[in-house]
Antibody, heavy 123, light 113 residues
Framework: EVQLVDSGGGLVQPGGSLRLSCAASGFTFSDHYMDWVRQAPGRGLEWVGRIRNKANFYTTEYAASVKGRFTISRDDSTNSLYLQMNSLKTEDTAVYYC??????????????WGQGTLVTVSS | DIVMTQSPDSLAVSLGERATINCKSSQSVLDSSSNKNFLVWYQQKPGQPPKVLIYWASTRESGVPDRFSGSGSGTDFTLTISSLQAEDVAVYYCHQYYSSPYTFGQGTNLDIK
């Protein structure tokens, strides 16, 4: 069974930093692209960014709203995904989901989601 | 960026009746090389992450009841629930993965009338 367990959320002041983690199990983590998606309280879904697999050189891409402030990384040896968030703003307050991208060029959508971890940016 | 616009924003349907949600993309999400629409429908219940219902605009995900169906191509898509059940109360999102940034519709809140 595919499992994604998000952790690391909490309360942080504007301008601060936080690192989210995602522990994956039940599938070959190293094969998959992995993404982060967030959802502000009572709002819709916003894609945050992606990290590709080793075959695609672990390249990353980000939403414009977080580019230059957030960094996605992964450790295939421990089946872990990370989101380093710096220079946090109040508008970054959201539940952050670790998501798995299905294999295959025509199927590259989010097929499994973690339970989410809440990040609150407030003074 | 591809903008996804859903209609209506909210919908109330009687149990056993049909529910229809529309989604329009600002540009085509039809991949010419595969002839597949890179369009997914998700269902999100309160306190839960989204769950895949439909991909390629019309292919039901494994385990999804056959009362859920998707249609459309290019820029216009529809999610239909043929006979609404109480457990279908949720927010529904369309999503394009044709091009980055990968965007979602604003969501449609489906409730029981």
């Amino acid at each position: 069974e595919v499992q994604l367990v998000d952790s690391g959320g909490g309360l942080v002041q504007p301008g601060g930093s936080l690192r989210l983690s995602c522990a994956a199990s039940g599938f070959t983590f190293s094969d998959h692209y992995m993404d982060w998606v967030r959802q502000a309280p009572g709002r819709g879904l916003e894609w945050v960014g992606r990290i590709r697999n080793k075959a695609n050189f672990y390249t990353t891409e980000y939403a414009a709203s977080v580019k230059g402030r957030f960094t996605i990384s992964r450790d295939d040896s421990t089946n872990s995904l990370y989101l380093q968030m710096n220079s946090l703003k109040t508008e970054d307050t959201a539940v952050y989901y670790c998501v798995r991208v299905r294999l295959g060029r025509e199927l590259r959508f989010f097929d499994h989601w973690g339970q989410g971890t809440l990040v609150t940016v407030s003074s | 960026d591809i903008v996804m616009t859903q209609s209506p924003d909210s919908l109330a349907v009687s149990l056993g009746e049909r529910a229809t949600i529309n989604c329009k993309s600002s540009q085509s999400v039809l991949d010419s090389s595969s002839n597949k629409n890179f369009l997914v429908w998700y269902q999100q219940k309160p306190g839960q992450p989204p769950k895949v219902l439909i991909y390629w605009a019309s292919t039901r995900e494994s385990g999804v009841p056959d009362r859920f169906s998707g249609s459309g191509s290019g820029t216009d898509f529809t999610l239909t629930i043929s006979s609404l059940q109480a457990e279908d109360v949720a927010v529904y999102y369309c999503h394009q993965y044709y091009s980055s940034p990968y965007t979602f519709g604003q969501g449609t809140n489906l409730d029981i009338k």
